[in-house]
C-alpha cells in the first residue's frame, strides 16, 4: 500500500458523561447517564477521518502504542476495520489511554486525558522509514514532544502539527509545514486571550512569526487560512445540527492531511476539511458521523472564501 498519510499520535478509550452544563473550577456535577466506553485519540480519530473519507485505497497508516489489554486490541481493530496500516502500532506493558469527556446539551465539551501508553512512544519508534516516506505525516501533542518532534524532522513528506494540546507544543511548532490550532490553541501558543474576531485572531498568527501556514479551526465560523505570500481567507462553513463537537478538529485534519498528500492546495484542502468536519459534528462521539465523500453530494458547500 502506498503511504500517503502517517498518523503518529494517540489512542485513548473515551468516556463520555453528559452533563446539563460544564463544571467550572471546583464545582461537581451529576451526570446524566455515562455512556459505554468508545474509541478516541486524537491521533487515531485523525487516521479514521483520513481512511473514511479516503476509502479503502488512500493508503493511511497510524503510528501509536496501546497497552495489553482488551481496549487496546479492540481500538486497533476498529482502525484497521477502516483500512488504516496498523503495523506501526505497538503494545506496551500497563494500560491504554483514556479521556473523560464531559458534554453538554449543546455538544460542548471539556476533555481530561491520561497518557497510558500514549506516553511511551519515544523516538525511535517513529523514526522509522514508514514515516520518512510519507506523502504527508500529521502529528499532534497527546505523545511526548520529544517523540512529535523526531517524527517531523524524519518527514521528508508535508508536515501537519495539530497542536492540541497547545501546552508543550510551542517547541515544535518550528518544525511543520502547516499549523493548525483551534481558536483556544492559537491563544495558548500566542500567549493572548482567545481571539474576538478574525483580524486578531490573523494578528494572533503572525505574532507567532512561524515560516509555516497556519489554519485555524473557528468551529461554526469554520476554518481561517493564512498563508506567506497570501491575503488570509477564510473558508466558512456551513449551518448544521450540532450533536457533537468533539473530535470535530481532528476530522478537519485528517480530511486536511489527505487531501494535501494529495497534491490540493491549502485552500482547496481546507474546504474539504471544513466540510467533512461540519458534517461530523452532526453525529455523537469522536468518531460520531465518519466522513465520506459521497456526503458531499447533499451537503452545501459554502465554498465562498472570504478574504479577511
Ligand atoms: P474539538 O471539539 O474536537 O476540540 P476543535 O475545537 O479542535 O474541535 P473546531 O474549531 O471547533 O475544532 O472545529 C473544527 C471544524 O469542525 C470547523 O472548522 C468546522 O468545519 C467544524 N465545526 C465545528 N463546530 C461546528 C459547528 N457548530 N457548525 C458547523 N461546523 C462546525
Ligand atoms: O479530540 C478529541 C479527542 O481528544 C478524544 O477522542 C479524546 O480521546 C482526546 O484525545
Same mark, same amino acid.
Not at 480519530?45 to 489489554?69: I, K, L
Not at 496498523?86 to 455538544?107: C, F, H, K
Not at 491549502?266 to 465518519?290: E, I, P, Q
Given at each position: 500500500?502506498?503511504?500517503?498519510?502517517?498518523?503518529?499520535?494517540?489512542?485513548?478509550?473515551?468516556?463520555?458523561?453528559?452533563?446539563?452544563?460544564?463544571?467550572?473550577?471546583?464545582?461537581?456535577?451529576?451526570?446524566?447517564?455515562?455512556?459505554?466506553?468508545?474509541?478516541?485519540?486524537?491521533?487515531?480519530?485523525?487516521?479514521?477521518?483520513?481512511?473514511?473519507?479516503?476509502?479503502?485505497?488512500?493508503?493511511?497508516?497510524?503510528?501509536?502504542?496501546?497497552?495489553?489489554?482488551?481496549?487496546?486490541?479492540?481500538?486497533?481493530?476498529?482502525?484497521?476495520?477502516?483500512?488504516?496500516?496498523?503495523?506501526?502500532?505497538?503494545?506496551?506493558?500497563?494500560?491504554?489511554?483514556?479521556?473523560?469527556?464531559?458534554?453538554?446539551?449543546?455538544?460542548?465539551?471539556?476533555?481530561?486525558?491520561?497518557?497510558?501508553?500514549?506516553?511511551?512512544?519515544?523516538?525511535?519508534?517513529?523514526?522509522?522509514?514508514?514515516?520518512?516516506?510519507?506523502?504527508?505525516?500529521?502529528?499532534?501533542?497527546?505523545? &511526548?514532544?520529544? %517523540?512529535?518532534? =523526531?517524527? +517531523?524532522?524524519? @518527514? #521528508?513528506?508535508? *508536515?501537519?502539527?495539530?497542536? /492540541?494540546? $497547545?501546552?508543550?507544543?510551542?517547541?515544535?511548532?518550528?518544525?511543520?509545514?502547516?499549523?493548525? &490550532?483551534?481558536? %483556544?490553541?492559537? =491563544?495558548? +501558543?500566542?500567549? @493572548? #486571550?482567545?481571539? *474576538?474576531?478574525?483580524?486578531? /485572531?490573523? $494578528?494572533?498568527?503572525?505574532?507567532?512569526?512561524?515560516?509555516?501556514?497556519?489554519?485555524?479551526?473557528?468551529?461554526?465560523?469554520?476554518?481561517?487560512?493564512?498563508?506567506?505570500?497570501?491575503?488570509?481567507?477564510?473558508?466558512?462553513?456551513?449551518?448544521?445540527?450540532?450533536?457533537?463537537?468533539?473530535?470535530?478538529?481532528?476530522?478537519?485534519?485528517?480530511?486536511?492531511?489527505?487531501?494535501?498528500?494529495?497534491?490540493?492546495?491549502?485552500?482547496?484542502?481546507?474546504?474539504?476539511?471544513?466540510?467533512?468536519?461540519?458534517?461530523?459534528?452532526?453525529?455523537?462521539?469522536?468518531?460520531?458521523?465518519?466522513?465520506?465523500?459521497?456526503?458531499?453530494?447533499?451537503?452545501?458547500?459554502?465554498?465562498?472564501?472570504?478574504?479577511?
Amino acid at each position: 500500500m502506498s503511504r500517503q498519510v502517517v498518523v503518529v499520535g494517540s489512542l485513548n478509550a473515551d468516556h463520555v458523561v453528559d452533563v446539563q452544563s460544564l463544571p467550572l473550577p471546583g464545582d461537581t456535577v451529576l451526570g446524566r447517564r455515562r455512556s459505554e466506553t468508545i474509541f478516541g485519540g486524537k491521533g487515531a480519530n485523525q487516521a479514521a477521518a483520513a481512511a473514511s473519507f479516503g476509502g479503502p485505497t488512500a493508503g493511511v497508516s497510524m503510528v501509536g502504542h496501546v497497552g495489553d489489554d482488551e481496549i487496546g486490541r479492540e481500538m486497533t481493530g476498529a482502525l484497521a476495520a477502516l483500512g488504516v496500516d496498523v503495523t506501526g502500532v505497538g503494545v506496551v506493558e500497563g494500560p491504554s489511554g483514556r479521556a473523560t469527556i464531559v458534554l453538554d446539551p449543546d455538544g460542548q465539551n471539556l476533555i481530561l486525558v491520561e497518557a497510558g501508553a500514549n506516553a511511551l512512544l519515544t523516538p525511535r519508534d517513529v523514526e522509522t522509514q514508514q514515516v520518512a516516506e510519507a506523502v504527508a505525516v500529521l502529528v499532534q501533542m497527546e505523545t &511526548p514532544p520529544e %517523540t512529535v518532534a =523526531a517524527a +517531523l524532522r524524519r @518527514a #521528508s513528506g508535508v *508536515r501537519v502539527l495539530n497542536p /492540541a494540546p $497547545a501546552a508543550g507544543a510551542m517547541s515544535v511548532l518550528g518544525l511543520a509545514d502547516v499549523v493548525v &490550532p483551534n481558536r %483556544t490553541e492559537l =491563544a495558548i +501558543l500566542a500567549d @493572548a #486571550s482567545a481571539a *474576538r474576531t478574525h483580524e486578531e /485572531a490573523v $494578528a494572533q498568527v503572525r505574532s507567532l512569526g512561524l515560516a509555516a501556514a497556519v489554519v485555524v479551526t473557528l468551529g461554526a465560523d469554520g476554518a481561517l487560512v493564512v498563508e506567506h505570500g497570501a491575503d488570509p481567507v477564510l473558508v466558512p462553513a456551513s449551518p448544521v445540527d450540532v450533536v457533537d463537537t468533539t473530535g470535530a478538529g481532528d476530522c478537519f485534519c485528517g480530511v486536511l492531511s489527505l487531501e494535501l498528500a494529495r497534491g490540493r492546495s491549502l485552500r482547496n484542502a481546507c474546504g474539504a476539511a471544513v466540510r467533512a468536519a461540519s458534517l461530523s459534528v452532526t453525529g455523537a462521539g469522536a468518531r460520531g458521523r465518519l466522513p465520506v465523500p459521497s456526503d458531499f453530494a447533499s451537503f452545501p458547500s459554502r465554498d465562498r472564501e472570504a478574504p479577511c
